[in-house]
């Protein structure tokens, strides 16, 4: 009888970006959407305050001073280092800042039967979003979800430590790097992961009369990449949020209740 491989959900935080309330957030909505059993690991350098089911792991050796970090979120590359997790384990990594609305059995199964790095295909922006998919220009990949197999990838956190400077004149950040160099590269099926900026909000001057923000039908994974963050969302109503020229006014109801039902 073969076993099945072990399947870990993995997030990073480092810094005073995130606070450790972000990662307890995830953890539970991962427990809430994921059936298989599952570890729940966070990358970290400080892990106080997190849940006790939270596996708190040293962010491994990586090879590029630390305030060069955040400019590119090139930690993110320290996923694949040799051995951090049992290989042939089924890896999901989820970036901190996300929400969980769907099932990710289905992801974890695509991963175990699709060999490969399975990463979000880049959003168009929203006027070519109208467009069919075959349509708009591939944009590479964005990497606030990702899966793979561990051991499988590995050469990526090589190929950057071999020559960090190289890699930093070619990739401007780490999505890109992993876009250029992953083995077998898969897009998530478009539903499944959904920008809050690109499907939710509308540009300015229509956000003045489309105000209501809806949830994404069908969407497993919300993700939140620049601004806001999805607890600028549980401001007084009235209090403005957003970038310059996509935003909105708080609070979001269905953003309201996802952290009431996860915050504890």
Not at 78 to 84: C, E, K, M, N, V
Not at 126 to 147: E, F, H, Q, Y
Not at 205 to 229: C, D, E, K, S, Y
């Amino acid at each position: 009888m073969t076993e099945t491989p072990q399947t870990i959900v993995v997030c990073l935080k480092w810094g005073t970006a995130y606070p450790a309330h972000y990662v307890n957030v995830l953890h539970r909505a991962v427990a809430a959407h994921l059936t298989a059993p599952h570890r729940f690991v966070c990358l970290t350098d400080v892990a106080e305050g997190l849940d006790p089911g939270v596996e708190a792991v040293d962010i491994p050796l990586f090879p590029l001073p630390r305030e060069k970090w955040a400019n590119g979120i090139w930690p993110k590359l320290t996923l694949f280092t040799p051995g951090l997790f049992p290989p042939g384990a089924v890896v999901l990594y989820l970036d901190v800042d996300i929400m969980v609305t769907g099932a990710l059995d289905p992801l974890i199964e695509r991963v175990r039967s699709q060999r490969g790095l399975h990463v979000i295909r880049e959003w168009n922006p929203s006027l070519v979003r109208l467009l069919p998919l075959a349509w708009r220009p591939d944009r590479g990949a964005n990497s606030s979800v990702v899966g793979f197999i561990a051991g499988a990838q590995d050469h990526i956190l090589a190929q950057f430590s071999a020559d960090p400077a190289a890699a930093l004149a070619a990739q401007r950040n780490d999505q890109e790097f992993i876009n250029a160099h992953a083995a077998d590269k898969h897009y998530w099926p478009e539903p499944w992961c959904v920008s809050f900026k690109r499907a939710c909000v509308w540009y300015w001057p229509l956000n003045l009369v489309m105000r209501t923000i809806r949830q994404p039908r069908n969407a497993r994974v919300i993700v939140f990449h620049g601004r806001p963050n999805p607890t600028d969302l549980l401001c007084a109503p009235g209090v403005r949020w957003g970038a310059r020229r996509k935003f909105g006014w708080g609070p979001v109801p269905w953003v309201a209740d996802y952290w009431r039902r996860f915050g504890g």
